[in-house]
């Protein structure tokens, strides 16, 4: 076999120059045989023709795979679309292209020689490489296999796509149709309302109607307002947070403790915790000084837990919000520890009374006009809000929105109807009341200066006011403590 690699590339002279040609052949002058393969169908052909042979131009055709077949007849074992083994293309090959090669190879004058090793190297190399592209070729063959299967399958998704978007525009179909019957009974229901519209004269009389009523409103408020005032002509506000007084430490880190400011009885009220159902009654703020066992507590066990700090005893009842409800307020007997009476509180529950006590939602108080109920609202920019209630039957007698925030805020107390909101930071500082609001509308929070508690740096969870000794009882973490507070009238502050 005659080859050129790695030299000029030049092919050899008995090779004819035609524009048909197979994709290999091969060729050996001194066995006088030829080798042409021809790539059909992604099978690899390959013909070899003797010299012999040449005078009816006849070929024997191989597969790869080593069978043979005479004349290019079909290859067994390919696939039903692959019945045809040899194209047009290749029988024209075979047609002009062999003779051809043959006539080259038998012209007189070539030198025929016995087979050298270079040949039978050269037939292993070209072996090894047709191995190599029928690999290459049956992995095609397999990709194609793929992508026709993924076609396939994409196919299918899309057909049941289709499928859906029917379903889909057939319910739209049929909402459109639903919305507009519904649009010409709005329509028709417009027109009848227009028939039945008042004439002007009527709108007028309706008008000055809602506007007598709104009057009627106005003056209700302020002659409760005038009688809760001369009711109990109180009219001292708070001029300052004087001396404190740290009477001991005991129970939890939060909790209330007080005194009932309408009995003028010197029993003390201990309830330590956010959430629990047992009260300690002491004889005095002696003996829960003292802690002895000759002064031992009387425990009051309540019929449900309490929520929070914001607890009061008022004419010997203990008011407190019931735990695991947004806004229930229970009343019990403390004689007996049975529950007198509940209300729901409307509004309240929904945000922390104060920010800094999270766990207090509710917040009683007790001043000298009586009993009172401190709650955020939402609906109110979180803003507090003041309810007064009748402490005999827990009926609401009438509520304040205050422009006093819940945020930032740690407790408040209540002096002559004036609410003081108390103000700290959330790592614990001075206390100071920044904000107060006046039901009586007598003193302004921007006319007022801002009042310091004593220069402690503390945390209250609860805040209470005793209006006949005229003290604040605070609780600090877990620290009782006592502040003594003055007061002047509201016209000479």
């Not at 006849?58 to 790869?64: A, D, L, Q």
């Not at 006539?103 to 490489?129: C, H, K, N, W």
Request: hydrophobic share 35%.
């Amino acid at each position: 076999m005659q080859v050129d690699l790695d030299q000029k590339l030049i092919f050899p002279s008995e090779i004819i120059t035609t524009n048909l040609r197979p994709d290999l052949i091969l060729w050996s002058t001194s066995q006088e045989s030829l080798y042409v393969m021809v790539l059909c169908h992604g099978k690899l052909q390959i013909a070899i023709s003797a010299p012999d042979e040449a005078a009816d131009t006849g070929s024997t055709t191989f597969t790869t795979s080593g069978r043979s077949t005479r004349r290019h007849t079909a290859v067994p074992g390919t696939a039903a679309s692959h019945t045809s083994v040899v194209s047009e293309r290749s029988r024209m090959l075979f047609g002009l292209v062999v003779p051809i090669l043959l006539l080259s190879l038998t012209r007189p004058g070539l030198v025929r020689g016995q087979s050298s090793p270079q040949d039978a190297f050269m037939i292993q190399y070209f072996e090894r490489r047709l191995t190599q592209l029928e690999e290459r070729l049956h992995q095609c063959e397999q990709s194609a296999a793929t992508m026709t299967q993924r076609f396939y399958d994409l196919t299918s998704d899309f057909r049941s796509q289709l499928s859906t978007l029917n379903v889909v525009r057939s319910e739209v179909r049929t909402q459109m149709e639903s919305m507009s019957s519904r649009v010409d009974r709005v329509e028709g229901e417009l027109e009848y309302l227009e028939n039945k519209i008042p004439a002007p004269q009527n709108i007028e009389i309706e008008e000055a109607l809602l506007e007598q009523q709104v009057l009627d409103a106005e003056l209700e408020q302020l002659q409760k307002k005038a009688k809760l005032k001369l009711h109990n002509d109180c009219s001292n506000a708070l001029s300052a947070v004087k001396s404190l007084k740290i009477v001991k430490k005991e129970g939890d880190t939060h909790g209330s403790w007080f005194r009932d400011p309408s009995s003028g009885s010197s029993k003390l009220y201990f309830l330590s915790g956010l959430r629990n159902d047992t009260l300690l009654e002491y004889t005095s703020v002696k003996s829960f000084t003292e802690g002895s066992s000759k002064h031992s507590p009387k425990e009051v066990k309540l019929p449900s837990y309490w929520q929070g700090t914001g607890h009061m005893v008022y004419k010997g009842f203990l008011f407190y919000h019931k735990a695991d409800t947004p806004n229930q307020i229970v009343k019990v007997r403390l004689l007996n520890g049975t529950q007198a009476d509940t209300m729901l509180l409307s509004g309240a529950g929904r945000l922390p009374a104060y920010s800094l006590n999270p766990n207090t939602y509710i917040d009683l108080a007790v001043d000298e006009l009586g009993l009172w109920v401190i709650h955020a609202d939402p609906d109110y920019a979180g803003n507090l809000v003041i309810t007064k209630l009748d402490p005999d039957t827990l009926a609401v007698e009438h509520t304040w929105d205050t422009l006093c925030r819940s945020r930032g805020a740690e407790g408040a107390f209540l002096i002559c109807g004036t609410l003081y909101v108390v103000y700290n930071t959330r790592y614990g500082g001075r206390s100071s009341v920044q904000c107060l609001y006046d039901i009586h509308d007598t003193i302004h929070s921007e006319e007022s200066p801002v009042l310091f508690f004593p220069k402690r740096y503390t945390s209250h969870s609860s805040l209470h006011y005793h209006s006949q000794d005229k003290q604040l009882y605070a609780w600090d973490d877990g620290y009782q403590t006592i502040y003594k507070v003055e007061t002047h009238r509201k016209d000479q502050i």
